[in-house]
């Protein structure tokens, strides 16, 4: 289970490289504007796919160990409300206090500026990429990884060719700069959602995705969000340090920001990783919590851990040895 899923989030993990490889092509300062929102961008990721993402995946798969196929339907729109919700809050935030926000981490004349740029077109847009999450994490909790993979594997197909088109144009295609790269990534996950939808309203899926007749009960919040919040600390707790970090080297200029902004997407590159054994261990642990089993559960939970450990260790021990 967790193999196509660790390759599927290393691919995409890899093509964040290969759009930052194009952006650069712009010049130093709009690397530098990607960079400033970057920790931003990925704070949410990480909240949407992996807090919780992770609350998703858990409360239903939990739901469907117990044989709760009710609320199981029940969490998934449940977590769509959670998704509209968090991204309502991510949008309003960044384009009312961005400016701030990418100014006191260094930001300045073209750099700020190209972040602002990139910034508000994503974040306009957030909606998308917490659904996409969200929708995903429903998916996966109900044992299914392969779609997950097929739907984002497809994805990047498209994303990787469309973002040097909108970067920098071509024939009828006008070059839309720093906010091509950021509308290649909202249609992306526009895409994205739209194939996780019309799957969970099919019958092919486990449970069944309808809006119409499903009352919000507070206990089938409380399932994601016990989980879901304190994953969330977790994931402010690394981005904000690059935040940090990437406002002490600001001080240094637009090429110091850029250079540690394309440095620290290898920590962000473990974080997928990890997240792509997390996935099916989440689906495991809370199906067989959910039927009772918990020895089984526990000792699926540190054979996963040791396995994520090792992976983490081979790239970091990667990275020191061969560093160009």
């Given at each position: 289970?967790?193999?196509?899923n660790?390759?599927?989030?290393?691919?995409?993990?890899?093509?964040?490289?290969?759009?930052?490889?194009?952006?650069?092509?712009?010049?130093?300062?709009?690397?530098?504007?990607?960079a400033?929102?970057?920790?931003?961008?990925?704070?949410?990721?990480?909240?949407?796919?992996?807090?919780?993402?992770?609350?998703?995946?858990?409360?239903?798969?939990?739901?469907?160990?117990?044989?709760?196929?009710?609320?199981?339907?029940?969490?998934?729109?449940?977590?769509?409300?959670?998704?509209?919700?968090?991204?309502?809050?991510?949008t309003?935030?960044?384009?009312?206090?961005?400016?701030?926000?990418?100014r006191?981490?260094?930001?300045?004349?073209a750099?700020?500026?190209?972040?602002?740029?990139?910034?508000?077109?994503?974040?306009?847009?957030?909606?998308?990429?917490?659904?996409?999450?969200?929708?995903?994490?429903?998916?996966?909790?109900?044992?299914?990884?392969?779609?997950?993979?097929?739907?984002?594997?497809?994805?990047?197909?498209?994303?990787?060719?469309?973002?040097?088109?909108?970067?920098?144009?071509?024939?009828?295609?006008?070059?839309?700069?720093i906010?091509?790269?950021?509308?290649?990534?909202?249609?992306?996950?526009?895409?994205?959602?739209?194939?996780?939808?019309?799957?969970?309203?099919?019958?092919?899926?486990?449970?069944?995705?309808?809006?119409?007749?499903v009352?919000l009960?507070?206990?089938?919040?409380?399932?994601?969000?016990?989980?879901?919040?304190?994953?969330?600390?977790?994931?402010l707790?690394?981005?904000?340090?690059?935040?940090?970090?990437?406002?002490?080297?600001?001080?240094?200029?637009?090429?110091?920001?850029?250079?540690?902004?394309?440095?620290?997407?290898?920590?962000?590159l473990?974080?997928?990783?990890?997240?792509?054994?997390?996935?099916?261990?989440?689906?495991?642990?809370?199906?067989?919590?959910?039927?009772?089993?918990?020895?089984?559960?526990l000792?699926?939970?540190?054979i996963?851990?040791?396995?994520?450990?090792?992976?983490?260790?081979?790239?970091?021990?990667?990275?020191?040895?061969?560093?160009?």
């Amino acid at each position: 289970m967790a193999v196509p899923n660790v390759l599927v989030m290393v691919a995409q993990a890899g093509a964040g490289l290969i759009e930052t490889w194009f952006i650069g092509k712009l010049g130093t300062d709009a690397l530098a504007g990607v960079a400033l929102v970057f920790p931003v961008l990925m704070t949410m990721q990480m909240m949407s796919a992996g807090a919780m993402g992770g609350g998703i995946a858990s409360a239903i798969a939990r739901a469907l160990g117990a044989r709760r196929r009710e609320d199981a339907n029940a969490l998934a729109v449940h977590a769509l409300v959670l998704a509209l919700a968090f991204s309502v809050l991510f949008t309003l935030g960044l384009l009312w206090w961005g400016a701030p926000l990418y100014r006191q981490m260094g930001g300045s004349g073209a750099s700020l500026e190209a972040a602002l740029t990139y910034s508000n077109w994503l974040f306009a847009g957030s909606v998308l990429i917490w659904l996409f999450n969200s929708l995903a994490a429903v998916v996966r909790g109900t044992g299914n990884m392969a779609l997950p993979a097929v739907v984002t594997c497809g994805g990047l197909l498209v994303l990787v060719p469309l973002s040097p088109l909108l970067i920098f144009g071509w024939g009828p295609v006008p070059a839309y700069g720093i906010a091509g790269g950021a509308i290649a990534i909202l249609v992306y996950y526009a895409l994205g959602t739209l194939a996780f939808a019309f799957y969970l309203r099919s019958p092919a899926s486990l449970l069944r995705l309808a809006l119409g007749g499903v009352g919000l009960r507070w206990p089938l919040f409380r399932d994601i969000l016990r989980v879901g919040l304190v994953a969330t600390v977790s994931s402010l707790a690394t981005n904000l340090t690059i935040g940090v970090t990437t406002a002490l080297v600001g001080s240094n200029g637009p090429a110091a920001i850029a250079g540690y902004g394309t440095a620290s997407r290898l920590e962000y590159l473990l974080v997928p990783l990890v997240f792509g054994l997390g996935a099916p261990l989440v689906a495991m642990v809370g199906t067989c919590i959910g039927a009772g089993q918990r020895e089984r559960a526990l000792r699926a939970t540190w054979i996963g851990a040791a396995i994520a450990g090792l992976l983490c260790e081979a790239v970091g021990l990667a990275a020191a040895l061969f560093p160009l």
